[in-house]
């Protein structure tokens, strides 16, 4: 038996709703018939289906920056670059992997266009932070002597940029996963030995 709360079950199945039809392309009722509840039951945790987006988003962004980084926590600083390459891989396998994150993703991307406050975080998570967050380590790599200093803005851009490419590839044509890594790779691999001090 499922011991999640109601609000997380509601929470739930409305990104897997969104995900699949879209934000107008689902309703509240089936969201609650999606959570194993009656409609009106709904209502004892949200007001309605903004306030279900806005409490998701806030789920999510929690989410996002526990396991990603976030810019005020951009999580380890690698010793080197070989560790660097290691942390990236683990945070480019949470993003194609995590169930929640890939249902957001395609939520994000669907929706980017007809939602100006999803199109305001498909921007912050798909560019602003992960640039953000890899500047801040380039920055301290360059300080500790790890990482040849030039730019690290310029440098997160031109780190991050290829991988956000292929993953939207990866998410268009799943089946294209392999070679998207080991495309990844071998930019990682040519970025380290450009940069290493």
């Known amino acids: 038996m499922d011991k999640k709360p109601t609000k997380d079950k509601i929470l739930d199945s409305a990104l897997t709703l969104f995900a699949a039809k879209g934000y107008d392309g689902v309703g509240v009722d089936r969201i609650a018939e999606n959570a194993g509840i009656k409609g009106p039951s709904l ?20 989410y996002y920056e526990a396991n990603f980084g976030s810019v005020n926590d951009p999580g380890q600083t690698p010793s080197s670059m070989d560790e660097l390459i290691t942390l990236s ?7 194609l992997h995590d169930p929640m994150i890939k249902k957001v993703r395609r939520m994000l991307t669907m929706e980017q266009f007809r939602n100006r406050q999803i199109a305001a975080l498909a921007t912050k998570y798909n560019i602003d ?26 440098l ?7 991988v956000s490419l292929l ?8 089946e294209r996963e392999q070679e998207a ?15 290493k001090c």
Not at 89 to 95: A, N, P, S, V, Y
Not at 167 to 174: A, K, L, S, Y
Request: aromatic share 14%; hydrophobic share 40%; proline share 4%.
């Open 156 to 162: 997160s851009m031109s780190f991050a940029a290829p």
């Open 181 to 195: 890594m080991e495309r990844i790779k071998e930019f990682f691999r040519f970025f380290a030995e450009e940069y």
């Open 89 to 95: 891989l683990k945070r480019i396998e949470f993003t």
């Open 129 to 154: 932070c992960v640039q953000e967050i890899y500047q801040n380590i380039f920055r301290t790599m360059m300080d500790n002597g790890t990482m040849r200093k030039t730019d690290p803005t310029l």
């Open 43 to 62: 209502y004892k945790h949200f007001k309605g289906k903004e306030d279900i987006l806005n409490a998701l988003i806030e789920k999510v962004e929690w």
């Open 167 to 174: 993953i939207q590839m990866c998410d268009r044509e799943p």
